[in-house]
Each structure stands twice: as C-alpha cells, then as structure tokens.
C-alpha cells in the first residue's frame, strides 16, 4: 500500500497538477478554520470529511457554542458562493428554493431563485421551521437539484448544506423527520471549550471578530478536485465487510426499532475515503470506519419502545453502536 503521490496527480477536469498535496491542502484548510473554532480539531475535520465526501453536515448542541461560527468559517476559507438561512417558525418553501415574479413591464413572469442556488448554504436553527419548510431541503440534499413549479434545477458544484439545530427538547423546535436525518452525512457536536482554549478565544476578540481575518485557502476547482480524489481512495474487501457486519448488526438488534439504511452505508463508505484522504492515504483502514461510525449512525438509527425511555435517546443510540463495535471483528 502507498501514501498519495503528490508529484503529479489528476484532476477532476483531466489534466494533471504538479505538487498537488492533498493531505497538506487540507491541513491549510483546516488550519484557517481552527483559528476561529479553538480547541476542536476533531469537529474541524469531519466538517472537512463531509464536504469532500460529498455529503451534509448536521450540528447540534446548545446556543452559543460555535455551530454557527464554524459554518461561517469554513465558507470564508473557501472561494464558494455562500447563503445564510434563518429557519424560523415563519419561513416558508418559496423563502429558500425560490418563486416567479409577475414583470408588469415585460408580462412575464420571471424566475428569481432562492439562497438554495449556493455552493454552501447554511440552514441555521433548522429545526425552528415548520416540516412542510424543512422539507423543502429533501431533493436539494438527496439529488443536487430542484423542482420548482415543474421545471428541475441543478445547483451549483460542489454543494454542501450545513444546518444547526438546537436540542429537540429546546422550546419552540420541530424535530427533523428520519427522512431528513438520513441526509446528512454526519451529525456533529461541538461541546464547551476547555478553560485554556476560552481564554485563547477571549484573547482572539480583544481587537475584533477573528471571522474577519479568516481568508480563502481553496478555490472552488480545488474542492471538486478533492472530492474527485476521495473516489480514487482504495477500501479492501475486508474492510467492506466489515462496514456491512456493522451495518446488518444495527438492523438486527433488539434494541433499535430502525437499523441503517443503504444510504447511511454509502455515507459511511464514502466519509471513510475522505477521512484516508485527509490523513495522507489513498487507501482506507479499519479505524477510518470505527472512528465515523458514531457521527455517521447515531442519528440515523431508531430505537425501539423499550430504549426510548431513556432521557438522551442520542446518547443510548451511541451506547448500543458501541456495543455493536464490540462484536465485530476488526480485519488485520
């Protein structure tokens, strides 16, 4: 097995780019971002992952922790179009995909799209707007299109919808249906810094927001060269068994009521690619599954009526993933 050779690789356009080193583009990525968001390396990077993978990205935790600084920063660290959604009680279909516009000059109606039509779009507090708004996100998230008044769209490339929620319990929130909670690769959360990196954090904001110096790092053909490149990454038949050992052991356990579906195992497939890519290898290893194995399932599997009696159904959807692990044999 080889690292990635960096003296000529191929892009996603054909041609071949000298002294392209992914590992060390992403680290410059992941280092923009990391001097805003102290002390999170981890979360830094499955940010990343989800991007290259090509997938969604779901954050949650409570207020004021970060969920939507961390958004902010990696669109700045990127040359994206970038749209800010404030999903509210309020928010209608039409406010994010879009809607024509009757021209008394011309009349005609004309089409003036929504902020969906973005490379990165933030849906911030997602879970504070109503399903039938929630829902408007499925198509977008599942095909890179929309339909909107009987003509499809394509959006823009890449696309990654990063949203934020507050926890469920929070008042006044909707929780997101398992069909939307399947579309997202990975569920992420930040939790409260150490004592050292907020004291880091207060000193970054004695002469302003740092937001503001964050610069771009990587232009929109660097993004979809990457995500070209996670394709190449190698994964060996016995690390796709046991990927689906894991999956099936979710889908026969006693204590979930719905284990995890096909898309949830291409989503683990294919951030384990990515995770090998950032980390330097164009192959995969068993700790490339086992470490997005939390993140990638937890919030896709459903317990049953006995295990949901428990106050932090996340919390035991993690516990019983962890007793799955156990019994699975990691191949050598």
Not at 17 to 31: C, H, I, N, S, Y
Not at 95 to 106: A, E
Not at 296 to 319: D, G, K, Q, T, Y
Request: glycine share 6%; net charge negative; aromatic share 6%.
């Amino acid at each position: 097995m080889r690292d990635w050779i960096v003296s000529e690789t191929q892009t996603a356009g054909g041609g071949a780019v000298a002294g392209f080193d992914p590992a060390a583009k992403v680290a410059e990525l992941q280092a923009a971002i990391e001097g805003v968001i102290r002390g999170k390396s981890e979360t830094v990077k499955f940010a990343l992952i989800a991007l290259l993978a090509r997938g969604h990205l779901l954050i949650e935790d409570v207020p004021g922790i970060g969920k939507t600084t961390l958004a902010n920063a990696l669109a700045r660290a990127l040359e994206l179009s970038f749209q800010r959604i404030q999903f509210t009680s309020d928010l209608l279909p039409s406010d994010v995909l879009g809607l024509s516009i009757f021209n008394q000059k011309t009349g005609e109606f004309e089409w003036k799209s929504g902020p969906i039509f973005s490379n990165i779009v933030l849906a911030d507090e997602i879970n504070r707007a109503t399903p039938k708004t929630q829902s408007a996100l499925l198509e977008a998230m599942a095909e890179e299109q929309v339909t909107v008044e009987g003509r499809s769209m394509r959006l823009p490339t890449p696309f990654i919808v990063i949203a934020t929620q507050n926890p469920s319990e929070h008042h006044g929130t909707y929780p997101l249906p398992e069909s939307q909670l399947d579309r997202f690769m990975l569920r992420l959360h930040i939790g409260y810094p150490d004592m050292n990196d907020e004291r880091q954090i207060l000193r970054d904001r004695r002469s302003g927001d740092p937001l503001a110096a964050v610069e771009s790092v990587m232009s929109q053909s660097d993004v979809v060269d990457l995500q070209a490149m996670v394709n190449e990454v190698r994964v060996d038949d016995a690390l796709i068994d046991y990927l689906l050992e894991i999956v099936n052991l979710t889908r026969v356990s006693d204590q979930l009521e719905l284990g995890i579906s096909p898309r949830g195992t291409l989503a683990l497939f294919r951030s384990a690619k990515a995770l090998a890519l950032i980390e330097g290898r164009d192959y995969c290893i068993a700790d490339d599954i086992k470490r997005l194995v939390m993140p990638c399932f937890a919030h896709r599997v459903i317990l049953n009526a006995r295990s949901a009696v428990v106050r932090n159904r996340m919390r035991e959807a993690e516990r019983i993933l962890h007793e799955i692990l156990q019994k699975v044999s990691v191949p050598i």
